[in-house]
């Protein structure tokens, strides 16, 4: 009923760029907070990056100051802007996105993920 699609990843040298995408489908009513998350080989899933409804943003402190996250509210996309990537920012990296959909009976709220897309960055 509802999936995330993310787009975007691949390899990319230290110092390049990369843009995610993440767009949300389904019988969507509203979407809350959207989210990228990242996990590397042998660590935890940490948050990266998070945009409410309204626009207000939250990064992780690794990320500021190079990665933006930005969201379009009527293609239920987020994006996730990258810069001066660095090899320790290579991870997997997921979105999630809390949202509001219709089942077919009632409206329910949960929170989804995308299936991930692949970030490595060569020193």
């Known amino acids: 009923q509802v999936q995330l699609v993310e787009s975007g990843g691949g390899l990319v040298q230290a110092g390049g760029s990369l843009r995610l995408s993440c767009a949300a489908s389904?019988?969507?009513?509203?979407?809350?907070?959207m989210g990228w998350y990242r996990q590397a080989p042998g660590n935890q899933r940490e948050l990266v990056a998070a945009?409410?409804?309204?626009?207000?943003?939250n990064y992780a402190d690794s990320v500021k100051g190079r990665f933006t996250i930005s969201r379009d509210n009527a293609k239920n996309t987020v994006y996730l802007q990258m810069n001066s990537l660095k090899p320790e920012d290579t991870a997997v990296y997921y979105c999630?996105?809390?949202?509001?959909?219709?089942?077919?009976?009632?409206?329910?709220?949960?929170?989804?993920w995308g299936q991930g897309t692949q970030v490595t960055v060569s020193s």
């Open positions: 999630n996105a809390d949202l509001t959909y219709y089942t077919g009976s009632y409206y329910r709220n949960n929170a989804y």
């Open positions: 945009i409410t409804s309204g626009g207000t943003t």
């Open positions: 389904g019988s969507i009513l509203s979407i809350n907070a």
